[in-house]
């Protein structure tokens, strides 16, 4: 139909900022009118986030099930602004259901598995017995303390300080200088690599390591399966590696 898409995430992945979405779709929305098309990408928004599609006003929404709200993968939804709007969105996939309507376009697409999409009530059902703002409740408390644990003990700082920019289950925090292994002095996306992979291998800590804007941060998550010793567990093995041997130092592979 010719016309453009802006395209934001709600929470950002890399850098685990929360986007201020309504004010993004608002901006999208002064040229609406006539050519451009807002898309809010929910990927880490769906479970630590409450969601109002209503109040954010997105031409298009989409999310998945099996990042924060657990369901099997292969599970994601997308919510259009109008019915109108339905009738000009039409899937990659043509199938049988080609010109029977939008549900019927996107709900048959060759080969698909549904088993993830029988899923969802029974994670939903699990979700209302626990508590969504309960479970919210908890991870981000857990992820601001972990924040504040580590930040202390590293003595270093947070990517976003901005309390605008937080408040979901995701964070990151800076590495020392000395953290930066395997590849030299300097951080680079080598570094954080290479620390990454010493975390897992050595430690048995999963823990995305990110090289930004010259600095290496981890990226913490929490959920309800998490407790503070994981992040005690990662703040001590961060501090063994101030007199570690260097992972470019060929006497140190050996005892990975």
């Known amino acids: 139909h010719g016309w453009c898409l802006s395209v934001f995430d709600h929470i950002t992945s890399n850098t685990a900022l929360v986007l201020p979405v309504v004010e993004l779709v608002s901006l999208g929305r002064r040229r609406r009118g006539s050519d451009v098309r807002v898309l809010v990408d929910g990927a880490h928004a769906v479970g630590t986030l409450p969601l109002d599609m209503g109040q954010i006003d997105a031409d298009f929404y989409v999310g998945n099930m099996h990042k924060w709200l657990c369901n099997p ?19 990659l996939v043509i199938s049988h259901g080609f010109g029977s309507g939008f549900t019927s376009e996107f709900v048959w697409s060759g080969l698909r598995d549904y088993g993830p999409f029988l899923t969802v009530a029974a994670t939903l059902s699990f979700w209302e017995s626990q508590g969504p703002e309960r479970i919210r409740k908890y991870i981000v408390e857990l992820v601001e303390w972990a924040v504040k644990l580590l930040r202390d003990a590293w003595q270093t700082g947070r990517l976003a300080e901005d309390p605008e920019l937080q408040g979901c289950a995701m964070a990151l925090v800076e590495l020392p200088a000395w953290a930066s292994v395997g590849r030299g002095d300097t951080p ?69």
């Open 73 to 91: 993968k292969g599970c994601a939804f997308l919510a259009v602004r109008s019915a109108e709007l339905c009738r000009e969105t039409r899937p």
């Open 188 to 256: 680079s996306f080598e570094a954080a690599q290479a620390l990454q992979t010493l975390l897992h291998e050595r430690h048995r800590i999963e823990v995305p390591v990110k090289h930004i804007a010259g600095k290496l941060y981890v990226r913490l998550s929490a959920h309800i399966y998490n407790e503070r010793r994981d992040y005690e567990v990662l703040r001590d093995a961060v501090l063994g590696l101030a007199g570690s041997k260097r992972l470019d130092d060929p006497s140190s592979k050996s005892k990975l």
